[in-house]
């Protein structure tokens, strides 16, 4: 659902735009406590959190390349593909958006979930990157794996949230990392890795 929202810029802000005002909403009728002030080792954390998060993406991204080999390149290339529409004004919305999600996946969800309900923060830290990962799924058989990856980086955001105690950060850090990521996948189609994935399955051709 998110992925999808991300390739068209209104329906972008839209969301974000509800996803401020609804998450505010429940701000104050939780009664929440939020750190989102910039403090002066914000950049210094956010920094840490973000190479923490591609280290992830690079040590998930190469064992199942090990692992599956080329039936994970070609999933991944659909991937890549399927972010086509995407120019620079959406790339930029799928950030800002990015980080309007963390405010309710971890300022909402989590934090809610761990100290207001009191269910501790195991138990806010598993609901809220499962939830993560359910919204982040895609109708695609071949690209509705990645919705695992997907849970995975919900539990790295909300560990990096618990450790630095600031939604900030990992406001921060979603939205520079999935603006990396979109822009990584819109290299890839610029060198052809999309255009001939999309060629090759709109013809019927197997493999890359």
Known sequence: MLFSIKNRLVPTLCLLLATVIGCSALWAVLHLHWRIAPYPGVVRD?????????????LVHGALTGIFGDQYRRRYRALAAFFRPQGPREIAGGG???AGEEVFFRGVLLEGIANRAGLGAGVGLAVSALAFGALHRLRDPRLAPFALWAVWEGVVLGCLYLAFGSLLVSMIVHAAHDGI????????????????????????????
């Open 46 to 58: 956010a920094a840490l959190g973000l190479g923490l998060v591609l280290v992830s993406d690079a």
């Open 96 to 98: 800002l958006l990015a």
């Open 181 to 208: 990521g979109f822009s990584l996948f819109a290299l890839a189609r610029q060198r052809g890795g999309g255009s001939r994935f999309l060629s090759k399955e709109s013809t019927g051709t197997k493999g890359l």
